[in-house]
C-alpha cells in the first residue's frame, strides 16, 4: 500500500499539508475549506496513521518526504507539530520540490535541554511513550487536552479533536511510539541557516506545547517570517483558519510559479 495523499481543493497554488502526532490528514478540514478557492492541497496521512496505517513505510522523515516529493507537484509545504520536523527536513534536502516552509506550531527541536528552554519536558514526553504501553487511550486523552489548553474555546477545541483523532481508525502503538521518538530525538537547530527556501514560522499565543517563543528564534535563524495568532492554542487551524490563511499569503506569493 502506497502513502494516502488526499488531492483537495481547485486553485492553482499548490500546498502540502502534514499532520501531528497521532492524527491525520483529516484533521486540517477547516484550513482546507478556507484554502480551497486559492489551492490545490496535497493532504497527507503519515505512514501508521489514518489512512496510511498498512503502507508499510517507516515513521522517519527522509523517507515520508521521499514518498510525497514522488506524488506531489513542487510547491510549499506545511507541517504542524510533528509534521513540522518533516517538513522541515523535506524543505532543507529538497528545496527543489519543497519550494516554501509554512512552520504550523512546530520548531526544530521539541524537548527542553540545557541549551534550549522553549522546548517541552524530556521527562514527560519519555513518560508519554511508556504510558502508551499501559494505557494508549488514556494517554491520547491527555496529550489532546495538552493540544486543546490555551485556545479560546479549549473545550470546542478539545471536542473537535476527540471526534477527528480516531475518524479514520486508530493510529499503531509501534508508530505512536516511533513518533515520540522523532520528537525526543530530532534537532535541526544548526540547519536553520542552511534553509534556502523561503518560511513562515506561525504560533499560537496560548499554545503550551510548543511556544511562540521557540518559533520567533527559529524564524530569526533561517531568514524567516514569524506569525503569532492571538487565542490561538497548539491547533490554530481549528478555530482560527483564516488566520492561518491569512498569514499564508506572503509566502505563496514569494512561491507560486
Known amino acids: 500500500m502506497t502513502l494516502h495523499i488526499d488531492k483537495l481543493g481547485h486553485g492553482p497554488q499548490p500546498l ?37 496505517r498498512a503502507c508499510g513505510l517507516p515513521l522517519e522523515p527522509h523517507a515520508i518526504a521521499e514518498a510525497i516529493a514522488a506524488a506531489t507537484p513542487p510547491g510549499p509545504w506545511l507541517g504542524w507539530s510533528l509534521g513540522g520536523l518533516v517538513a522541515l527536513a523535506a524543505a532543507l534536502d529538497m528545496p527543489d520540490q519543497v519550494r516554501g516552509l509554512a512552520m504550523l506550531c512546530a520548531t526544530p527541536r521539541f524537548v527542553r535541554s540545557a541549551d534550549w528552554p522553549h522546548g517541552s519536558d524530556a521527562a514527560l514526553v519519555h513518560q508519554l511513550a511508556l504510558d502508551l504501553e499501559t494505557d494508549y487511550h488514556a494517554t491520547l486523552e491527555r496529550f489532546l487536552a495538552l493540544e486543546a489548553m490555551g485556545s479560546n474555546d479549549p473545550k470546542a477545541e478539545l471536542r473537535r479533536l476527540r471526534t477527528d483523532v480516531f475518524a479514520r481508525g486508530e493510529p499503531e502503538l509501534r508508530v505512536l511510539q516511533e513518533g515520540i521518538g522523532l520528537l525526543e530525538c530530532t534537532d535541526l537547530r544548526a540547519r536553520l541557516p542552511q534553509l534556502a527556501v523561503p518560511s513562515t514560522w506561525i504560533a499560537g499565543r496560548r499554545d503550551r506545547l510548543v511556544p511562540p517563543a521557540a518559533m520567533a528564534w527559529s524564524a530569526e535563524r533561517c531568514g524567516g517570517r514569524f ?28 512561491t507560486l510559479a
Do not use: K, N, R
Open 227 to 254: 506569525v503569532e495568532i492571538p487565542g490561538a492554542g497548539h491547533a490554530p487551524f481549528i478555530g482560527h483558519a483564516g488566520a492561518v490563511a491569512d498569514a499564508l499569503q506572503p509566502l505563496f506569493a514569494e
Open 16 to 52: 502540502v499539508l502534514l499532520h501531528g502526532w497521532a492524527m491525520h490528514g483529516g484533521i486540517f478540514a477547516p484550513l482546507v475549506e478556507a484554502l480551497a478557492a486559492q489551492c490545490t492541497l496535497y493532504v497527507v496521512d503519515l505512514p501508521g496513521h489514518g489512512h496510511s
